[in-house]
């Protein structure tokens, strides 16, 4: 192997840039040709590749989002789209590609690797919805920004003696509403792994307010239901208005927390390190911190379930 590139695709995440800078500087640690493709799958059809050396990746590594840019490509989901993207890698020798994104951008390196083209994924996303990894890139410091809102959503709603609702990101996974409830010490927690059980909440939040509670934070899980129906419910329920919060974009940028960057660069070198071992078609993952590769197919094939000792921590502290 001796052309490599890289790429970031789907949804941005912070730590994606200090993953570029591993797979480059470990590429040209051992001596490869290392390629940076822009705006994922769509600079593979456009042919926007550049060829990268260390100072390319200087300067990046505290920074968020992808100074690689990243898509959804629309065109490489058909198979004329592939068939241009193989081509623009094969005219120029690259022989594997080292992909950073979510199960999506996985899907997209899986049918590249039956092409021919050697690919390694890591997985960025600030959705941690990937269940063959304890963590993705970018979800550490995602849970952080969330965390700082809550924080400022908790002053105001002591001093209005109101209940909130913050919606957050995660898609179809509650890790997010979870990690950030428990650390912010949410009342309320709702994850789309388990249904919403409106008079408990509501239940809960009356029970708040015989002894004295001055707010109750709901942290809602965006896969789980809509903030707006939630309100008019605990309308009917408590004869009170929550106010909603939907943090929004907010949650995909900032500077990378120690942990990603971190995860990140470790997870870059082992992907570099896979293609020298001509291994192809597998994925990064880490497990109580240690790293490890696995087939793309068997990890994109595992369920995600919720961390349910985390979970019911929830119940017992948010009493
Ligand atoms: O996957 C990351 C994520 O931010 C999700 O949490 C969210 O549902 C989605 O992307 C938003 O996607 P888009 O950028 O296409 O609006």
Do not use: W
Not at 28 to 43: P, Q
Not at 79 to 88: C, F
Not at 137 to 153: P, R
């Amino acid at each position: 192997m001796k052309n490599v590139a890289v790429l970031t695709s789907g949804g941005d995440s912070p730590g994606m840039n200090a993953a570029i800078r591993a797979v480059v500087r470990t590429g040209l640690y051992y001596n490869l040709n290392i390629f940076g493709v822009k705006k994922g799958y769509e600079g593979l059809l456009s042919n926007d590749i550049k060829k990268m050396n260390a100072s390319s990746v200087g300067d990046i590594i505290h920074k968020g989002g992808t100074f690689l840019k990243t898509s959804r490509s629309e065109e490489f989901m058909t198979e004329n789209g592939r068939k241009k993207a193989v081509e623009n890698l094969k005219t120029r020798n690259i022989e594997g590609l080292v992909v950073i994104g979510g199960d999506g951008s996985f899907r997209g390196a899986q049918t590249l690797s039956r092409e021919g083209i050697a690919t390694i994924g890591i997985p960025g996303t600030i959705d941690n919805d990937l269940a063959y990894t304890d963590f993705t890139i970018g979800f550490d410091t995602a849970v952080n920004t969330v965390l700082e809102a809550v924080t400022k959503i908790r002053d105001t709603s002591t001093s209005h003696e109101k209940t909130t609702i913050i919606e957050v990101m995660g898609r179809y996974c509650g890790d997010l509403a979870l990690y950030a409830g428990i650390c912010g010490g949410a009342e309320s927690i709702i994850v789309p792994e388990d249904p919403l059980h409106i008079d408990e909440i509501a239940g809960r939040i009356n029970k708040g307010k015989e002894r004295g509670k001055l707010h109750h934070i709901i942290m809602l899980a965006e896969g789980a239901g809509d903030a707006k129906s939630l309100q008019k419910d605990l309308i009917d329920k408590t004869g009170e208005s929550a106010r909603i919060s939907v943090l929004g974009f907010i949650q995909r940028g900032g500077d990378p927390t120690a942990g990603d960057r971190l995860l990140a660069s470790r997870m870059g070198v082992k992907a570099v390190e896979e293609l020298l071992k001509f291994n192809s078609s597998k994925v990064i993952g880490v497990r109580n911190n240690q790293l490890f590769s696995e087939d793309i197919d068997q990890a994109l094939g595992k369920k995600k379930a919720l961390d349910t000792s985390i979970y019911s921590m929830a119940e017992i502290l948010s009493l």
